[in-house]
């Protein structure tokens, strides 16, 4: 079924705004976007099990990046009896590692526009695997900072990558889903981490809880290397069409997943000389480079343009920077106060007290994030089938206060809950916010979350190196009343974007243009 005003209505609206189902056929047809070619290698064609097996492996990276990131807390008992560091030298290690995973994806993350995801991806678990056997070997604090520094740029890419791999792989109404599996990838390694490392820390010593990181990294390693192919599309047009960002009608029934490609081909379709069979080798699957035409300087200082250029960008960024500097504040406070009176925690109390953000972050992805996509689907069939990333908003603003409580309590008993509330507002918040920079912005999107990720741990990393001082002014009640407040006040910005979200997509429509202009390839090709 042709449908010829799509393309016009596409070029009308702002970026962002799309027809998700088609209100004119005889049953209620979704959209798929972005569309795919015709071409078998092209990943949004891949069969479920080659989309399994890299988002499975991306999501795994993530997870140990965040147990390399947040078990140290777990041998912070052993730091002071055997090497006799201070809470301070911690501190100063903890932030160490988010100023690695701050400035890693500036220097990092343009290299997988020009060489694509599988070579920055496999030196960073090589880099995260050495640091693992350094950790287990470390005898003083500069070591300490020196290896919190290197894992912290081995591990700058893990969030924008697995974000950038949906984005390869799946449609618009099923990115709120994979995003939440990833935030909770995240929340598993920094909750489950713990939980699990507690008891390795009481039973075998904190330096092996190190090499059993280790060999699961290089577990991870190998997997890596033998299964995670090259998610970066490079086009093979047939010289008769070239790709135009557009709406291009390809629409699956809901009930039989069977693509309908249109009769009349309309604006923007783009043409391939692949036939329906794969044109690549598996060494060509998982070749170590990908390369592809174009510079690649301008995606160093880029991102930070397209930070105060964007709304959605700034945002994203506030919302995930500070999620994060709040789990940073109650996981140094928890390593801290936890194990003096009127506390007593042992290691591996400390990991079972992980245990309330898992189950909160595990019931937010269970339930919120298939709910945020339901939710986008319902609103655009009351909008005449089209959606706009605002309508991702609403979920953000429950997720704030529940933030927001999380921050209260003084017995560990409520703290626990707090930490399970935590995790849940975490998901939540962070796959809103993320699902919704993704679907304002996507052919820019590399360097968006560039920008989103270095505002993200330069948050966590000032609170980090801040956080003594600001505990001895304040006090530990205060400190986090305030940040509390902080929290609910971060709830007031999905309400602003719920109100002129839409109207500064129109206003940076004409400067994404310029932006997506300076990506090169099929969708942005990021």
Not at 237 to 265: V, Y
Not at 396 to 419: E, R, S, T
Request: proline letters at 6%.
């Amino acid at each position: 079924m042709a449908i010829p005003s799509l393309s016009s209505a596409a070029n009308a609206s702002p970026p962002g705004t799309i027809l998700l189902e088609d209100r004119r056929a005889s049953h209620t047809e979704l959209i798929l976007s972005p569309t795919p070619s015709d071409d078998p290698d092209d990943p949004l064609n891949w069969s479920p099990l080659r989309k399994g097996v890299n988002f499975t492996l991306t999501c795994s990276y993530v997870c140990f990046t965040f147990v390399l990131v947040d078990i140290n807390s777990l041998a912070y008992r052993g730091y002071i009896a055997e090497l006799g560091l201070t809470y301070a030298t911690f501190n100063m290690a903890a932030g160490s590692n988010f100023i690695g995973l701050a400035l890693g994806c500036l220097l990092f993350l343009p290299c997988v526009h020009k060489l694509g995801r599988r070579p920055v991806y496999l030196l960073s678990a090589i880099t995260q695997f050495a640091c693992a056997v350094w950790w287990a070997n470390f005898h003083s604090a500069g070591e300490l900072i020196g290896v919190s520094l290197l894992a912290g740029l081995a591990g700058s890419i893990s969030e924008a990558v697995v974000m950038i791999t949906i984005v390869d792989l799946f449609f618009v109404h099923q990115h709120a889903r994979f995003n939440g599996v990833f935030v909770f990838m995240q929340s598993l390694g920094t909750t489950g981490g713990p939980i699990a490392c507690g008891y390795i820390v009481v039973d075998l010593g904190w330096r092996w809880m190190w090499w059993i990181v280790a060999i699961l990294l290089g577990v991870n390693l190998v997997l890596v290397l033998f299964f995670f192919e090259e998610s970066k599309y490079v086009p093979s047009l047939n010289g008769q069409s070239t790709f135009a960002p557009g709406n291009e009608a390809i629409m699956a029934h809901p009930k039989d997943g069977r693509d309908t490609h249109p009769a009349t081909p309309i604006a923007s379709q783009t043409s391939t000389t692949a036939p329906r069979r794969s044109q690549k080798s598996i060494r060509q699957r998982l070749a170590f480079v990908t390369k592809t035409p174009g510079p690649i300087f301008q995606h160093f200082y880029q991102p930070l343009l397209v930070l105060v250029s964007f709304p959605a960008v700034a945002y994203t960024a506030v919302t995930y920077g500070t999620i994060l500097a709040f789990f940073s504040a109650t996981s140094s406070a928890g390593s801290y106060f936890l194990i003096y009176p009127p506390y007593n925690f042992s290691p591996s109390a400390i990991g079972l007290f992980h245990l309330g953000g898992f189950i909160g972050a595990l019931l937010a992805t269970l339930l919120m994030s298939p709910l945020i996509d339901w939710t986008i689907v319902r609103l655009a069939r009351r909008n005449n089938g089209v959606f706009e990333p605002e309508m991702r908003l609403w979920m953000g603003i429950p997720a704030a206060l529940v933030n927001c409580a999380a921050m209260l309590g003084l017995h560990w008993a409520i703290l626990a809950f707090a930490q399970g509330l935590f995790g849940f507002g975490f998901i939540t918040a962070a796959d809103v916010a993320l699902t919704y920079l993704s679907d304002c912005y996507p052919d820019i999107l590399a360097d968006a979350l560039i920008a989103v990720v270095f505002i993200r741990n330069g948050f966590a990393a000032t609170i980090r190196f801040a956080f003594t001082d600001w505990l001895e002014a304040m006090g530990i009640r205060d400190t986090f009343i305030l940040i509390g407040v902080i929290a609910i006040v971060s709830g007031a910005l999905p309400i602003a974007l719920l109100i002129y979200g839409k109207r500064a997509r129109v206003w940076t429509a004409q400067r994404y243009k310029v932006f997506s202009g300076r990506q090169w390839g099929r969708r942005g090709a990021v």
